[in-house]
């Protein structure tokens, strides 16, 4: 699990072919990895990336075909910049809000534009990931933590102060970048507590069930 606070920019050193998928050489900069043990788990431009090796400028990670087809990671060079977070501790400040690495598909930036020191951002989400973001919401963009502040359909806005310009890749996007998005994890056990018990015979949350537990009046 993360935060969705980066830690620190990297850089792609080489995206290597094998047997159908790819490993990766991320340079990782500033991030210190005396910590950091093969098996560890380290969220690349929001992607959950386990370490498989450590060979001194940073790490290199596999990336299976589900991750590629999820991910910007395909269009990913070497000197692609990438926003990194080391996996969260007990004692981790979550100054963000809960985020599990897990892709759920990719957006796109649609515009920018200044708003006196911040930046308003619009992007475009899939269809499919537009109704788990909310007015005032959390998304996750790139493994940066971001709240919503518009929503217009699969359209969504974002203000973004300095800070986050400078020590995240946001600073580069121009209209047409593509971002890996991660929404909401409440917003998804929410809906899936909504459907109810798919093998009951009548599962899911109905206005008769409301009525009946006192939440009609």
């Not at 990194?84 to 598909?105: C, F, M, N, Q």
């Not at 619009?122 to 788990?132: F, I, V």
């Amino acid at each position: 699990m993360f935060t969705g606070i980066i830690e620190a920019i990297g850089e792609i050193v080489a995206v290597t072919p094998k047997s159908g998928d790819i490993s990766l050489h991320v340079r990782t900069g500033k991030l210190d990895l005396a910590d950091v043990a093969l098996g560890d788990s380290i969220a690349t431009n929001g992607v959950c990336l386990t370490v498989m090796e450590l060979p001194g400028d940073g790490y290199r990670a596999d990336v299976s075909r589900e991750s590629l087809s999820l991910t910007t990671i395909g269009h990913w060079r070497p000197g692609t910049p990438v926003n990194l977070e080391k996996a969260l501790l007990p004692t981790t400040r979550l100054g963000g809000h809960i985020v599990s690495g897990h892709v759920d598909g990719i957006g796109e930036v649609v515009s920018r534009k200044p708003d006196a020191r911040s930046e308003r951002f619009t992007l475009r989400a899939p269809a499919e990931l537009a109704k788990y973001i909310a007015h005032k919401g959390s998304i996750t963009v790139d493994g940066t933590s971001l709240t919503v502040n518009k929503v217009d359909g699969c359209e969504f806005e974002l203000n973004i102060v300095p800070h986050t310009l400078a020590e995240t890749i946001m600073g580069s996007y121009q209209a047409g970048s593509l971002v890996n998005l991660e929404v909401d994890v409440l917003a998804r056990y929410l809906e899936r507590l909504l459907q109810g018990n798919p093998a009951a015979a009548s599962g899911g949350i109905t206005e008769s069930f409301l009525t009946e537990h006192g939440f009609n009046k």
